[in-house]
């Protein structure tokens, strides 16, 4: 029986002839994505026979209703037999192809046993965090020599932005490169980007050659560039859209050892803990504007290669590590979170830590009339006459990376979306909200009593000390 489907040029042939066990295959909308899997799929279910057992996950099952229709014009060719209720073919070679939800990692655990050969989670970027989909891997598995892969498609975007694009994009953005992870035993696991473009999906564009024009027509320039060139430096609906590379990241230099220094910290254990190091500038080094602050050094608890997965070292190990860090300057204070000074029944993060720090200032939206804490953040990356008011040393990679990643909350728009990766911001907001700072009004609204505060020095301090 002869499979009619062939794989289009380009990125669609790189993946059925990808043999790495894992692959993330993303990029702009209508690259045809979801064909190149379905169309690998058959293939591999032919060669293998019935040793083939493949499952099609989306974050929740209704999401899978056009890509199952579009393999029943796929698969039905191919006398392949659809069991609705299973939600599953049955090909005619033995094999198997069923599709089903993915929301979290206990999801995964059901296919424990069943020697599953294939697996791919499409719109991978639904997913805040890595841990469902590096679940699978432990379901993974062949007894008759069937090569296992996990398969990943999406596109920019979405609340697991931050992890697909560290893991994925920011080491190899052309893609096409065999990226590695070390493990623990020291064995090397391979995996590879292949961007997907949509100029490649020929069929789409002959069949409904408006598509492209449409796309341009889908909202802000971000989204464009996301949606239709696949650009994973777009992100639309960002929360801080103010962030710029250019303007707020500062390649590591020496600072005046007379600069106030300080440090800032969101706990975390399973989840990862962030540390940041800030200088107060002065004005001295003209690139810095006075009061400005500069964070200089960071330190990221999070597994290698597993985003938003923490380390799990011990407050005492964590402890040991920021003194370490710190030796050899004077850093006068530190902030923390509050929920790490809690007692319960037993002494508190904060203490076992041994390190001097004080309850940080948690609120995240505006309370009372109250600037709250992203407001700060927001205040300081727009800064005053074109200068931000806060820079980062482009070693501090976590908080360029999740900070520009933050997105809206669908349900309290002033705040940020929490299952996103956010414990890098969440220490910024805690350093910035340490050292409260407002843009001057400028004059035409300034009235007598402005005019005489402006006037007085020790009046103004708190906005730059």
């Known amino acids: 029986m002869r499979i009619a489907w062939a ?63 579009r393999s029943a014009e796929i698969y039905g060719p191919l006398r392949a037999k659809w069991q609705d209720h299973k939600k599953t073919w049955r090909f005619p070679w033995g094999g198997r192809l069923r ?16 020697n599953v050969s294939d697996a791919c989670v499409e719109e991978a970027g639904q997913h805040p965090d890595s841990r469902p989909i590096d679940r699978l891997n432990g ?20 609340a697991g932005q931050s992890w697909i694009k ?49 796309l341009y027509l889908v909202g802000s320039d971000e989204l464009v560039k996301a949606w239709l060139a696949g650009d994973w430096d ?19 230099q020496p600072l005046p050892a007379s600069w106030a220094r300080f440090r800032a910290m969101d706990w975390g254990s399973a989840k990862p803990f962030s540390v940041g190091w800030y200088a107060i500038s002065d004005g001295e080094l003209k690139q810095f504007p006075r009061g400005a602050l500069i964070k200089y050094r960071e330190w990221y608890g999070m597994k290698p290669g597993q985003m938003n997965v923490g380390v799990k070292l011990t407050a005492e190990e964590v402890g040991k590590g920021i003194r370490e860090r710190e ?7 530190g902030v923390l979170d509050p929920s790490a000074f809690a007692e319960d029944g037993g002494p508190s993060i904060a203490s076992r830590l041994g390190v001097q720090f004080r309850r940080a200032d948690n609120k995240r939206v505006a309370q009372s009339g109250a600037l709250g804490g992203w407001d700060m953040v927001r205040a300081r990356l727009k800064g005053e006459d074109g200068r931000p008011m806060i820079y980062f040393f482009s070693t501090c990679r976590a908080t360029i990376r999740t900070l520009p990643a933050l997105q809206h909350d669908s349900s309290r728009a002033e705040d940020v979306d929490s299952e996103s990766e956010d414990h890098a911001p969440d220490e910024t907001r805690y ?30 301090a708190w906005r730059t000390a």
């Open 7 to 69: 794989p289009q040029a380009g990125p669609q042939k790189a993946l059925i002839d990808c043999p790495l066990p894992e692959v993330f295959y993303g990029g702009a909308r209508g690259g045809g994505k979801t064909d190149g899997v379905l169309g690998k799929y058959a293939l591999k279910a032919k060669r293998y026979g019935r040793y083939f057992n493949g499952i099609f996950f989306r974050r929740e099952l209704p999401m899978l209703d056009d890509a199952i229709e």
């Open 139 to 158: 379901v993974l598995r062949s007894a008759h020599g069937v090569p296992t892969q996990l398969l990943l498609t999406g596109n920019p975007g979405g």
């Open 99 to 114: 599709f089903r939800p993915l929301e979290r990692a206990e999801d995964a655990d059901k296919y424990q046993g069943q």
């Open 166 to 214: 560290g893991r994925y994009i920011d080491p190899a953005p052309l893609g096409m490169r065999v990226l590695t992870r070390t493990l623990p035993n020291g064995k090397q696991h391979r995996y590879v980007f292949i961007p997907s473009k949509v100029e490649n999906n020929r069929i789409l564009l002959s069949q409904d050659p408006e598509y492209i024009n449409r």
């Open 234 to 252: 777009a992100i639309e609906g960002a929360f801080f859209p103010e962030f710029s590379t250019a303007r707020h990241v500062r390649a590591p």
């Open 327 to 333: 030796k050899d300057e004077k850093v006068t204070n």
């Open 431 to 460: 350093a910035c909200m340490s050292r409260p700072w407002m843009p001057a009004k400028p004059p035409e609204a300034r009235g007598p009593e402005d005019r005489y505060k402006a006037a007085q020095p020790e009046v103004r």
